[in-house]
Every structure is written in C-alpha cells, then in structure tokens.
C-alpha cells in the first residue's frame, strides 16, 4: 500500500509549496529513490523546473520535463499526466486532485502551504486517502 505524508509550511514559514517540493525531491533523491513530480498543468511544470536549478545554493538536482529528457536518466521528472508509467517509487503531488495513478507508487509526498485554497483542497484529498484506508502521516515543516 503506498504510504502517503502531507507536508505543511508552518505559520511564518518562509517559502511555498514548490519550493518545499523541491526539498522534498533533493532529500527523495539524496536516499537513492526516483521521484515523479505530478504538476497540474506545463506552465506549473515549467515554474518547478526554473525552480529546482536555483532553490538552494550550491546544489544540484539532475531533472527535466517529461518529454524533454530521457527518464532513465534523469532521477527527478516533472509530469503533467502521470507519464513515464513504469516510474514507481516517490509522487509529488502539485494538483488539487488525487492523482488517479497514485496507487502504483511506493510513496505519495503531498506538499502544502499556507494558501487557503491549497489548504482547503489538501483537506479533501486527506479525507479521500483516509477514506480509502490509507494510513496518513502529517509533518508540519518550518
């Protein structure tokens, strides 16, 4: 069953919900996993892209779009529709829905700021894994 961690920017926290997904995604690749990073449309991806080359000084996160790059080497893909589907080990989750493909994955990282609407939809997606059965972790990130 794939576990699944919602991850919260604490009140005062500094940053949003991409750039917590791309330390989501450094510390995912940093333990030797590929990471499938699920965005809701290419202009979110492109954001996330221009992102990861400079979230964090000094640092590099080998990445690319889907379609743009060859999976097998690239350990961190930007989607927008669940492609490649042989990709199986972390999601990153940047839609408002539940990703329909989740299931096939081992874990289900689902990032969270302190906008009301991305809360406001990150409650429905907890309810709906709860629902299902799903044993939900939650981490409140500063």
């Known amino acids: 069953m794939t576990r699944i961690d919602f991850y919260v920017l604490a009140d005062?926290?500094?940053?949003?919900?991409?750039?917590?997904?791309?330390?989501?995604?450094?510390?995912?690749?940093?333990?030797?996993?590929?990471?499938?990073?699920?965005?809701?449309?290419?202009?979110?991806?492109?954001?996330?892209d221009r992102l990861l080359w400079t979230?964090?000084?000094?640092s590099f996160l080998p990445h690319g779009l889907v379609g743009e790059v060859k999976p097998a080497y690239t350990p961190v893909l930007l989607s927008t529709d669940g492609e490649?589907?042989?990709?199986?080990?972390?999601?990153?989750?940047l839609s408002t829905e539940v990703p329909e493909f989740f299931g096939r994955f081992e874990r289900l990282c689902e990032p969270l700021d302190r906008d009301p609407?991305?809360?406001?939809?990150?409650?429905?997606?907890?309810?709906?894994?709860?629902?299902?059965?799903?044993?939900?972790?939650?981490?409140e990130v500063r």
């Open 117 to 139: 609407t991305v809360l406001r939809a990150g409650r429905t997606r907890w309810k709906y894994y709860s629902d299902c059965g799903y044993d939900l972790k939650h981490h």
């Open 12 to 48: 005062g926290a500094r940053g949003d919900r991409l750039g917590l997904a791309c330390r989501i995604a450094e510390r995912a690749h940093g333990d030797g996993r590929r990471v499938l990073v699920h965005c809701p449309d290419m202009d979110l991806a492109r954001q996330l």
């Open 55 to 58: 979230f964090r000084d000094g």
């Open 84 to 93: 490649p589907t042989d990709e199986d080990q972390v999601l990153i989750n």
